[in-house]
């Protein structure tokens, strides 16, 4: 019963460094999207995927890319973490458009940049 | 645009009492759906209830309950009987039942304290 699977859980970079997020799903959802969450500011939307094959921006897209490798996985790669990037960021799933069920959060990642 | 207001950033309940949290949301599409998830001090978000624009009756889930007023564009959650593990984040959330919907919307979320 895994549902939205995030990895890592935590880390820590130093400025200029890159990573990857990894974010899977196991509920044949057509949707996914990664969120960051920071105090006072709900979530924001970085990027979307609305289907297999396809990826839009949301609202806070710059210094982030993303990959949908495939309808399960959908991952995000800061190339040069910068501090304003330090977050928790979220990945979640849903069925997608015209569709009333909720989405699905992974756990979520706590990102901190030196 | 769509936008999703929460103008109530904490709200402070006594156990056992009622308390409701507001929801605004300026919208054009004709067909929509709104959703409530809890956020405890943890971190996971937990779904908790959903309302479609064309549904007759309020939702309810247990003790909490949708107060929907699609004309004023509110969709407010009601909690009855508090109990302290309501004690959390709670954020609304907008999604427009279109062929381009995909994307949820939400509120800069309330901080419910229960009291005992």
């Known amino acids: 019963n895994a549902g939205v699977t995030q990895t890592p859980k935590f880390q820590v970079l130093k400025t200029g460094q890159s990573m990857t997020l990894q974010c899977a799903q196991d509920m044949n959802h057509n949707s996914m999207y990664w969120y960051r969450q920071d105090p006072g500011m709900g979530l924001r939307l970085i990027y979307y995927?609305?289907?297999?094959?396809?990826?839009d921006k949301g609202e806070v897209p710059n210094g982030y890319n993303v990959s949908r490798l495939n309808k399960r996985e959908f991952s995000l790669r800061l190339e040069s973490a910068a501090p304003s990037q330090t977050s928790v960021y979220f990945c979640?799933?849903?069925?997608?458009?015209?569709?009333?069920?909720?989405?699905?959060f992974g756990d979520g990642t706590r990102l901190s940049i030196l | 645009a769509q936008k999703i207001t929460q103008t109530q950033p904490g709200m402070f309940v006594q156990e056992k009492e009622a308390v409701t949290l507001d929801c605004t949301y300026d919208?054009?599409?004709?067909?929509?759906?709104l959703f409530w998830y809890k956020q405890p001090s943890s971190g996971e978000m937990i779904f908790l209830i959903y309302?479609?624009?064309?549904?007759?009756q309020n939702a309810t889930e247990g003790r909490y309950s949708l107060n929907f007023q699609k004309a004023r564009k509110s969709a407010n959650l009601v909690i009855s009987a508090s109990q302290l593990g309501d004690s959390a984040m709670y954020f609304c959330?907008?999604?427009?039942?279109?062929?381009?919907?995909?994307?949820?919307?939400f509120g800069t979320g309330t901080s419910l304290t229960v009291i005992p």
């Open positions: 309302q479609g624009s064309y549904d007759q």
């Open positions: 995927s609305a289907s297999e094959g396809t990826t």
């Open positions: 959330a907008f999604h427009p039942l279109t062929f381009t919907g995909n994307q949820f919307y």
């Open positions: 919208t054009s599409d004709p067909s929509y759906g």
């Open positions: 979640a799933s849903s069925q997608g458009s015209y569709s009333n069920q909720p989405q699905h």
